[in-house]
T-cell receptor, first 112, second 112 residues
């Protein structure tokens, strides 16, 4: 089945720890994205990557880092510098700019 | 940046009723998508509709790009239609053709 997978589904972290969220796609899409959703809000873009080995900051990149070493994978690291990391994180992919984006099931991160 | 406003913010229907959700955006776009977020957080693609009209079963959507709005029609609503409906747009200001800007969503509750 083609699609986007994210793991883990739920993640708990202590303050001061870095944590990495996984996102994998087998749709052969060039572009991948990370969004954050807070309760009762829409999604906000953290980072996006148009192509392997390249990525750009979105609207709320501070405290996050990404890598894009493989076309299929776009992991997101939430660092200890992110002041309010508790949120729902969604990964997406698309063929390219201007085409429809497709989303994974998301990871709920809670900082204890 | 581009602004996206959705209305109404909340909508309660009886099963079988019809409804119209609206999305207004502040600038010209080269992508507009409607999503349904289910109770588990998954974003389901409904339509990719930067202009024109599309139909998929009981759902249809119309985007009038020149007047900067889109409408999502739900006919004969079912309890499984409950959830949050998001409109998201990608502006065509060049150089930002990868960023989706989301509205705050419409929370739809369909009662049996």
């Amino acid at each position: 089945d083609g699609g986007i997978t994210q793991s883990p589904k739920y993640l708990f972290r202590k303050e001061g720890q870095n944590v990495t969220l996984s996102c994998e796609q087998n749709l052969n899409h060039d572009a991948m994205y990370w969004y954050r959703q807070d309760p009762g809000q829409g999604l906000r873009l953290i980072y996006y990557s148009q192509i392997v080995n390249d990525f750009q900051k979105g609207d709320i990149a501070e405290g996050y880092s990404v890598s894009r070493e493989k076309k299929e994978s776009f992991p997101l690291t939430v660092t200890s510098a992110q002041k309010n990391p508790t949120a729902f994180y969604l990964c997406a992919s698309s063929i390219g700019g201007g085409s429809g984006q497709f989303f994974g099931p998301g990871t709920r991160l809670t900082v204890l | 940046g581009i602004q996206v406003e959705q209305s109404p913010p909340d909508l309660i229907l009886q099963e079988g009723a019809n409804s119209t959700l609206r999305c207004n955006f502040s600038d010209s776009v080269n992508n507009l998508q409607w999503f349904h977020q289910n109770p588990w957080g998954q974003l389901i693609n409904l339509f990719y509709i930067p202009s024109g009209t599309k139909q998929n079963g009981r759902l249809s959507a119309t985007t009038v790009a020149t007047e900067r709005y889109s409408l999502l029609y739900i006919s004969s609503s079912q309890t499984t239609d409950s959830g949050v409906y998001f409109c998201a747009v990608e502006d065509d200001s060049g150089g930002s053709n990868y960023k989706l800007t989301f509205g705050k969503g419409t929370l739809l509750t369909v009662n049996p």
